[in-house]
Antibody, heavy 116, light 113 residues
Framework: EVQLVESGGGLVQPGGSLRLSCAGSGFSFSTYWMSWVRQAPGKGLEWVANIKQDGNEKYYVDSVKGRFTISRDNVQNSLYLQMNSLRADDTAIYYC?????????WGQGTLVTVSS | EIVMTQTPLSLSVTPGQPASISCKSSQSLLHVDRKTYLYWYLQKAGQPPQLLIFEVSNRFAGVPDRFSGSGSGTDFTLKISRVEAGDVGVYYCMQSVQLPPYTFGQGTRLEIK
């Protein structure tokens, strides 16, 4: 059974940093692109970033470029999102997702709240 | 950036009746590999999105055949042949032909009458 479990969310002040993690199991993690998708409270879905199997290709939505960094560890079967210079509009549930052309399996999400 | 536009934004359906959601993209979603990268998701209250349909018309594992997807180019449709109470939630279309970014529609809220 494919499982994705996010962690690392919490309350952070504007300008602060947070690192999200996503542990994958039940599939061959190293053979899939992986994504982060977020959802602000009461809003729709926004794709944030994704990363190729070997970590050598990464893409970001414009609003997080230069502030967020996606990475992965294929030995630990883990996906990460380093978030710096956080702003109030980064407040959201962050989901990690496996990709097969597009996201197929999703984790339960981790809540990030940016507030003073 | 490809803009995805869903209609209607909300839908109220009697159980057993059909439902249909439209999704239009600002550019063709046909890739050079001849696949069309249009996906449909359902997000039930308090849950992550779940994949229903991939590449326009392919049902994901475990998705009932009451759900079907169709379309090509820039115009796509999700149909539910007979709505059930468990189908309540928000439906999203998404394109992954152009990166970055992947883009979602605004979402269509389905409720039961």
């Amino acid at each position: 059974e494919v499982q994705l479990v996010e962690s690392g969310g919490g309350l952070v002040q504007p300008g602060g940093s947070l690192r999200l993690s996503c542990a994958g199991s039940g599939f061959s993690f190293s053979t899939y692109w992986m994504s982060w998708v977020r959802q602000a409270p009461g809003k729709g879905l926004e794709w944030v970033a994704n990363i190729k199997q070997d970590g050598n290709e990464k893409y970001y939505v414009d609003s997080v470029k230069g502030r967020f960094t996606i990475s992965r560890d294929n030995v630990q079967n883990s996906l990460y999102l380093q978030m710096n210079s956080l702003r109030a509009d980064d407040t959201a549930i962050y989901y990690c997702a496996r990709e097969t052309g597009g996201p197929d399996y999703w984790g339960q999400g981790t809540l990030v709240t940016v507030s003073s | 950036e490809i803009v995805m536009t869903q209609t209607p934004l909300s839908l109220s359906v009697t159980p057993g009746q059909p439902a249909s959601i439209s999704c239009k993209s600002s550019q063709s979603l046909l890739h050079v590999d001849r696949k069309t990268y249009l996906y449909w998701y359902l997000q039930k209250a308090g849950q992550p999105p779940q994949l229903l349909i991939f590449e326009v018309s392919n049902r994901f594992a475990g998705v009932p055949d009451r759900f079907s997807g169709s379309g090509s180019g820039t115009d796509f449709t999700l149909k539910i042949s007979r709505v059930e109470a468990g189908d309540v939630g928000v439906y999203y279309c998404m394109q992954s032909v152009q990166l970055p970014p992947y883009t979602f529609g605004q979402g269509t809220r389905l409720e039961i009458k």
